[in-house]
């Protein structure tokens, strides 16, 4: 059989707390990939300029950024997290729906920022649930969790395409005109019909009505049965004290996945290290006496794993978001409705590529694959550096950056978390140190882009992807320190439980001969 009976009995177990946080980042893909193609539009709407419109983008990410650091807090209790997951997704549908109405930069802005704040909670709460439920197993369904993301950032663009105004507000100069179609091209993840500069110098004709509100109630509707879903959910865990139901509570399998964690050789015993708290917010992860008691390479796993994903997740977000501007620029120089399926292919195969990652994660261990992807996306980003001058590897490579690329976050966060026996903080570590990576990283490589020229694109990727595999070699470092410290302390315990135990078979003899004599 493809997969264990053991793997499938846990899934059945779970399989509505599964396909329910799966179906929450489906819904999370949708949004973080939703409002790249409307910025034209939404730039008409606020009837602002292009700096100002793209500060709103700026604030989604950055609040994203903050929900993923502190969503750890409310994994305390079962209702706590799925209350904060069905809110979180509810606001998604609501901004959505008020985003039409937004006729301020600024209230968009705010707008914007909530519903990145909301999807920051949903991004660290899914991953730390599923690794709670599934611990040593939960790399196959963290994989399948994050192609859902993939899943969702590729039909996106589909939903905005048919509403999006061509025309623009009619009010731009030739310059701006071009500037503004560029810039959507670049964000759009799909292409747009080339325009002729020389049409923004004729006679002006009336500015073509702009139906993007469609697409953002549809995106709405789309979402609104997340929030449902996990309504739905808490009744089913009689978590909602107005509807009782009589399906067993979520406890209740974790206790059962335990058994089979323990009959498969999970951990019997809690490492000291597992009395840092747990699962939590990144800023609880820093707290608690414990702290002191604990080695170095525990601390170090944390950074360093972070400091990977910082650097891949921010490839991802650079390439996706600028391998336009270096395909339209020279020496390239691709027609722009060419360019346009560039990012579309590369977020396509970021999606087969976790897809494809889900048996082969059942198959090998986390660290290998991880090895292995860190070399491939070095090796491409070279060969794209070699063949510069070709259209054909730009596509090619691009595909296999996508590939290579996909499938780091979820292994690296099971690799983290095995270490760790799924008590650490490294969930939160990881989801927040990726975030920032990818916000980060496309500020940095679009100032260097716009001062060094398009060729400083992938020398950018080049540096970043060889630091990653260099800061991954002290991560594989830090985890064998870490383990023999481990080693080290459960041959220091069992010596001084050792000498007890005869102590006390000693004594329990005597006591024996004396109530024989007696």
């Not at 802005?109 to 991953?127: K, L, R, Y």
């Not at 923004?200 to 139906?211: K, M, Q, R």
Request: net charge negative; charged share 10%; proline share 4%.
């Amino acid at each position: 059989m493809f997969v264990e009976e053991r793997i499938v009995t846990l899934f059945k177990r779970n399989a509505h707390h599964t396909v329910t946080y799966w179906s929450v980042f489906f819904s999370f893909g949708l949004c973080i990939a939703f409002l790249g193609p409307t910025i034209l539009d939404l730039q008409c709407q606020t009837n602002s300029t292009l700096s100002q419109i793209t500060w709103v983008f700026f604030a989604q990410q950055f609040c994203l950024l903050i929900g993923s650091s502190i969503g750890g807090v409310f994994k305390k209790t079962l209702f706590s997290a799925l209350a904060a997951l069905f809110v979180s997704a509810l606001i998604i549908s609501v901004i959505f729906a008020i985003i039409p109405v937004c006729n301020n930069v600024l209230v968009l802005a705010i707008a914007m920022a909530v519903s990145g704040f909301a999807m920051g909670i949903i991004d660290t709460i899914a991953n730390i649930q599923l690794v709670t439920i599934y611990q040593k197993d939960s790399a196959v369904f963290l994989q399948a969790l994050h192609f859902f993301i993939g899943f969702g950032a590729l039909v996106s663009p589909l939903i905005a395409d048919p509403f999006l105004s061509e025309s623009g507000c009619g009010n731009h100069t030739e310059n701006g005109t071009e500037i503004m179609h560029h810039f959507r091209n670049m964000l759009r993840h799909s292409p747009i019909a080339a325009h002729n500069i020389t049409q923004s110098s004729l006679p002006h004709e009336e500015a073509e009505e702009s139906n993007v509100h469609y697409a953002f109630w549809i995106m709405a509707l789309i979402n609104l049965p997340v929030p449902l879903a996990v309504l739905f959910l808490m009744y089913r865990e009689q978590l909602i004290p107005c509807c009782p139901s009589g399906t067993p509570r979520l406890l209740d399998k974790d206790e059962l996945a335990m058994e089979n964690q323990q009959g498969a050789g999970g951990p019997d015993t809690e490492p000291k290290e597992n009395q840092a708290g747990g699962h939590g917010s990144i800023f609880s992860c820093c707290q608690g006496d414990n702290l002191r008691e604990l080695p170095v390479s525990f601390f170090m796993i944390h950074i360093l794993g972070g400091m990977v994903l910082f650097m891949t997740d921010g490839i991802v977000g650079a390439y996706a978001g600028f391998v336009y501007t270096y395909a339209v620029t020279p020496p390239m120089s691709l027609p722009h409705k060419t360019a346009g399926y560039l990012a579309s292919i590369f977020w396509a195969t970021i999606t087969a590529g976790r897809l494809l990652s889900i048996p082969l994660s059942y198959r090998f261990q986390p660290v290998r694959l991880l090895m292995f992807n860190l070399a491939g996306a070095i090796v491409t980003v070279l060969m794209l550096l070699i063949f510069y001058t070709s259209n054909t590897f730009l596509f090619v490579g691009t595909g296999l950056c996508g590939l290579f690329l996909s499938s780091i976050f979820p292994c690296m966060l099971a690799y983290t978390e095995d270490i760790l026996d799924y008590q650490g903080c490294a969930t939160s570590v990881l989801v927040t140190s990726a975030g920032m990576g990818e916000m980060v990283m496309q500020v940095l490589v679009g100032s260097i882009i716009q001062t060094e020229g398009s060729y400083s694109f992938l020398l950018c990727g080049m540096i970043t992807a060889c630091l990653g595999f260099i800061v991954f070699i002290g991560l594989l470092l830090s985890d064998r320190m870490h383990r023999n410290y481990l080693t080290g302390t459960s041959r220091r315990s069992a010596m001084v439980e050792e000498p007890a135990a005869e102590q006390t078979g000693t004594v329990k003899t005597e006591q024996i001969e004396d109530k024989e004599s007696s």
